[in-house]
């Protein structure tokens, strides 16, 4: 059975895998933030979200996170009057992506100051094991 010590690292980098997912998922959100169909009555991009689950490593008996799924934000899109817009419907309205920049960049900060948490308890227990092993010499 590992060390405390490295199960902590473990747990840690199980945290950061996690937050670099959602980060990515995040960075999709921002770039098509501006996306919107050309085909009439098309839908445009919608915001994906993700949601984390908390599971057993079988290895150390501890509680890890991953990510459990990224599902669709069901959220309404926006409508926008552009009759000249190759992607309007009858009335003239195109749809807009359902991603707020503004949330998107709150959950970015999110996902940034989890990651580094985590990064922290990874160096933290990294730091200590050494000290440990020099104090055996």
Known sequence: MPNNLSVSA???????????ERLRIISENMANADSVSVTPGEDPYRRQVV????YIDRETGVQMVKVDKVVADKSPFEKKYAPNHPGADA???ISLPNVNPLVEMM?????QRSYEANLNVMRTARSMN????DILK
């Open 51 to 54: 949601s984390f689950k908390n």
């Open 107 to 111: 959950d970015m900060k999110e996902a």
């Open 130 to 133: 050494s000290q440990v092993l």
């Open 91 to 93: 009335e003239g309205y």
């Open 10 to 20: 473990d747990i840690a980098v199980s945290g950061m895998k996690a937050q670099a």
